[in-house]
């Protein structure tokens, strides 16, 4: 029984990590989109026929992200912002953002 368990948690963990690296991907990605769109202005469009191919909705369903029109729409309005993700998941955005909607309220 002890091995069932072991063997169990030890499934979980390598499923968290296999979800983990593919979210990596899909922030690479993002990445590459918003580079492309201050080089040549097509990234919202790269990034929606990337998402809409066999091998961006299957990295997306690999990540735990369900890869429908609301998830395209959600990452081709990230990537028209033009802010990279590592910027984007950084806490001092995360408090400038915050700051920003309470002056506005």
Known sequence: MTDFVDGT???HEQG??????FAAVV???????IADDKKYG???EQIA??????????VLSCAGIDPN?????GL????????????ALSREESERRSAA???AA
Do not use: I, Y
């Not at 968290?16 to 690296?21: D, G, I, Q, S, T």
């Not at 081709?76 to 910027?87: A, L, Y």
């Open 49 to 58: 026929r990337w998402a809409r191919s066999r091998d961006g909705r299957e």
């Open 101 to 103: 909607q309470a002056e």
């Open 76 to 87: 081709m309005d990230f990537v028209g912002k033009g802010v990279r993700t590592s910027v």
């Open 42 to 44: 097509n990234g919202p």
């Open 27 to 33: 922030l690479a990605a993002l990445d590459d989109a």
């Open 69 to 73: 029109e609301r998830v395209v729409s």
């Open 9 to 11: 948690a030890f499934n």
């Open 16 to 21: 968290n990590r296999a979800r983990k690296l």
